[in-house]
């Protein structure tokens, strides 16, 4: 069964630096999406992602955050100048398109633990 | 923006047992409602979802219900079984976005 996979598993970098965390989405699924979880708190929307432009996103991904696909199969999340708050695990996840009704099911990577130092 | 409430926070109960997780939503436009269950350090993995023009879903021992005048929705695991502690979190699905509930505990005693 395909799945979502996510590099690294786990990224240490000090505060100030730029980290780039990497996703594969399953690979006929056309939408994609960032989430975060601070450790023992609940997932939270970052960005969801649709035919190369932002859908929606949500107050936390500001301008220090980007995301880009720069291939057929990769979609990253840029996060410019870490701060200690953003230490958390990020989750990827795809779906086929919110569009259709039968179709709303994400499907998650296993997460890159980001400890900003 | 959709906000989701999730009750109670943890949750005990013996094997055998049943237990209950219930959400609210606020957005009556919400048409999309999955659980997940996450063990520690995992991925959240979806174990039921529900559309908004059904009422009732069930698989197995799972089952979810969706009050959508009340804009409610619970969670039931019967035959409750070690194997289901982990935390559960609830969703509700708007605009190519989940917002996700505050989680549940639930921890299965022997």
């Known amino acids: 069964e395909p799945e979502v996979t996510q590099t690294p598993s786990h990224q240490v970098t000090q505060m100030g630096q730029e980290v780039i965390l990497r996703c594969v989405p399953i690979?006929?699924?056309?939408?994609f999406y960032w989430y975060r979880q601070i450790l023992g708190q609940k997932v939270e929307f970052l960005v969801s992602?649709?035919?190369?432009?932002?859908?929606?996103k949500s107050e936390i991904f500001d301008d220090q955050f980007s995301v880009e696909r720069p291939d057929g199969s990769n979609f990253t999340l840029k996060i410019r100048s870490t701060k200690l708050e953003d230490s958390a695990m990020y989750f990827c996840?795809?779906?086929f398109g919110a569009g259709r009704f039968d179709t709303y099911e994400q499907y998650f990577g296993p997460g890159t633990r980001l400890t900003v130092t | 923006g959709e906000n989701v409430e999730q009750h109670p926070s943890t949750l005990s109960v013996q094997e055998g047992d049943s237990a209950v997780i219930k959400c609210t939503y606020s957005?009556?436009?919400?048409?999309?409602f999955p659980w997940y269950k996450q063990e520690l350090g995992k991925r959240p993995q979806l174990i039921i979802d529900?559309?908004?023009?059904?009422g009732e879903k069930k698989d197995q021992r799972i089952a979810v219900t969706l009050n959508k005048t009340a804009k409610h929705f619970s969670l039931h695991i019967t035959e409750t079984q070690p194997e289901d502690s982990a935390v559960y979190f609830c969703?509700?699905?708007?605009?190519?976005?989940?917002?996700f509930g505050t989680g549940t505990r639930l921890q299965v005693t022997l």
């Open positions: 996840a795809s779906n």
């Open positions: 690979s006929n699924h056309l939408y």
């Open positions: 992602f649709y035919n190369n432009e932002i859908s929606e």
């Open positions: 957005d009556s436009a919400s048409n999309y």
């Open positions: 529900i559309r908004s023009n059904v």
């Open positions: 969703a509700a699905y708007l605009s190519w976005k989940l917002t």
